[in-house]
């Protein structure tokens, strides 16, 4: 098949064998940065146009990695196998080689260097979204907040509103930002994002974090609105609902907060890590409220039996493990566990083997919640907490495991440090926070030390507001 080299949307050169490949890859890029359901569909149409699209075949790896399921790393070898056949069959621009060669480093358990070899890219080519958004995604997986913010703070501010796909940039940049606890520029970065790209839910996702993060629950309310504004997106769909509920928790909403779980988050039953992560750690914030959520553990912890020796990601083991705890079965979370000390110990991929690290204390610090031992609990879900940003996720998402631990403290009776948590939660979010608030009110009426009165004289914020008085659990 002749090819030619042609450019894309954002302006990169890639080397593909006419129209009908370069306009299904344009409708791609788009549909990657903006989340779409459809990205897939793009992908399949630019490969049957150009069966010998290099770049195609190893973004296709890429993506079937990311999804952290251990059945599709033979696929995602296989699109290997195909990229480089294509790239001997046909020159391609050394920008194109060297996201094959990441899909390489990946396959070789090297996911880092994976990330390195697209940011190194962006060295030559600031503009190329596709190895941006690749690089940023694989940064947050493995938990590396400071280098994803680090590359996004150089790149994102180089692209003007000109350029067609800038709001998805900002957006990422927005994502970044939170996460360093850069929040006031957090939000001016995604508000601007979502305003020049409105299908940016990314973007839109990082704002709803910012107003997580620091209390806003109204605000995030509001700005996630009635779900068109990201009714086009995939399951990424599914966790802005979470942040729905989340907002809902907080104003202590637990009606509504099952049913946004019952019709929206878990009325498709997906198995992907993520899904079952969203609802697995608000089964259990809910339970950390008194809530009591029937038998809605059972279908996660029948999904989560088909994945104890996945063994991809650590942050989905730790949600499996959930899982498995939730509807009682305890040797399945204990099988994750154990496998976990095993990858600390002999993993060929170094970041596996950090990750596990931390993730094997978690998992047994669930496990001995579970089992009500609480002081068991507290000091392994302490001794994971510094460095639980190796298991990727974000703050929002790990914050189960600080809740878990303050829960612990606090059954366990060591109510000083219970309350020392609970303070430094309050100073860090800046705002209120219901699980916070109710706990040193608790703590409070029990008299538990001076530390409690620390607290509350820190975070005024917490009661100001007056979420006890709103709740309904």
């Given amino acids: 098949m002749s090819y030619a080299i042609h450019h894309d949307l954002s302006g990169m050169r890639i080397t593909v ?18 989340h779409a359901a459809t990205t897939p569909e793009h992908l399949a149409r630019a490969l049957v146009a150009d069966p010998d699209f290099a770049l195609a075949h190893a973004v296709k790896g890429l993506m079937l990695l990311s999804l952290a399921r251990a059945e599709l790393t033979a696929p995602a070898r296989d699109c290997l196998a195909r990229a480089q056949a294509a790239a001997l069959l046909r020159p391609v621009t050394p920008r194109e080689a060297m996201v094959v060669e990441a899909l390489a480093l990946w396959l070789g358990d090297a996911p880092r260097r994976a990330a390195e070899r697209l ?4 060295l030559a080519h600031p503009r190329d979204v596709l190895a941006l958004k690749l690089a940023h995604g694989l940064r947050f997986m493995l938990g590396d907040q400071a280098e994803m913010l680090s590359t996004l703070g150089r790149i994102a501010p180089g692209f003007g509103e000109s350029h067609p796909l800038a709001g998805f940039v900002h957006g990422c940049h927005a994502f970044a930002l939170e996460e360093q606890g850069f929040y006031a520029e957090a939000e001016r970065a995604g508000r601007r994002a979502v305003a020049l790209s409105p299908r940016d839910v990314w973007g839109r996702h990082a704002v709803a974090h910012v107003l997580e993060m620091t209390g806003r629950a109204d605000e995030g309310i509001a ?8 009714a086009h997106a995939n399951n990424l769909r599914f966790h802005i609902v979470w942040h729905l509920a989340l907002f809902r928790l907080e104003r202590g909403e637990t009606d509504e907060v099952l049913r946004l779980y019952d019709e929206e988050i878990r009325a498709e039953e997906t198995d992907d890590y993520r899904d079952i992560a969203n609802g697995a750690s608000l089964l259990a914030r809910l339970g950390y409220a008194g809530v009591d959520v029937g038998d809605r553990w059972e279908e ?7 994945r104890i020796h996945d063994g991809r990601l650590v942050f989905a083991d730790l ?11 305890a040797d399945g979370a ?16 170094g970041e596996r083997r950090a990750a596990a690290r931390k993730g094997a204390l978690a998992a047994f610090g669930l496990i ?7 002081d068991e609990a507290a000091r392994l879900l302490g001794a994971a907490r510094d460095g639980l940003a190796a298991i990727g996720g974000s703050h929002a998402q790990r914050d189960l495991f600080e809740q878990a631990y303050a829960e612990s403290l606090i059954r366990a009776g060591q109510h000083d440090r219970a309350a020392e948590i609970l303070g430094q939660r309050l100073k860090r979010r800046g705002g209120p926070n219901l699980f916070a608030a109710r706990r040193l009110a608790l703590l409070r009426s029990r008299g538990a030390g001076h530390l409690v009165a620390l607290a509350v004289a820190s975070a005024p914020l917490a009661t100001a507001h007056g979420p006890l008085e709103r709740t309904t659990s």
């Fill in 119 to 122: 940011e190194a890219i962006l």
């Fill in 368 to 374: 001995a919640f579970h089992e009500g031992d609480h």
């Fill in 319 to 329: 949600h499996y493990a959930l899982s498995l705890l939730g509807a009682g079965h």
């Fill in 334 to 349: 204990e099988a994750i566990a154990r496998s976990l000390i095993e990858d600390a110990r002999a993993h060929p991929s």
């Fill in 300 to 306: 996660l912890a029948a999904k989560a039996e088909r």
């Fill in 17 to 34: 064998s006419g129209d009908a490949a370069r306009l299904a890859w344009n409708d791609l890029l788009e549909a990657l940065l903006a």
């Fill in 223 to 230: 700005w996630l609105g009635d779900g068109r504004a990201w």
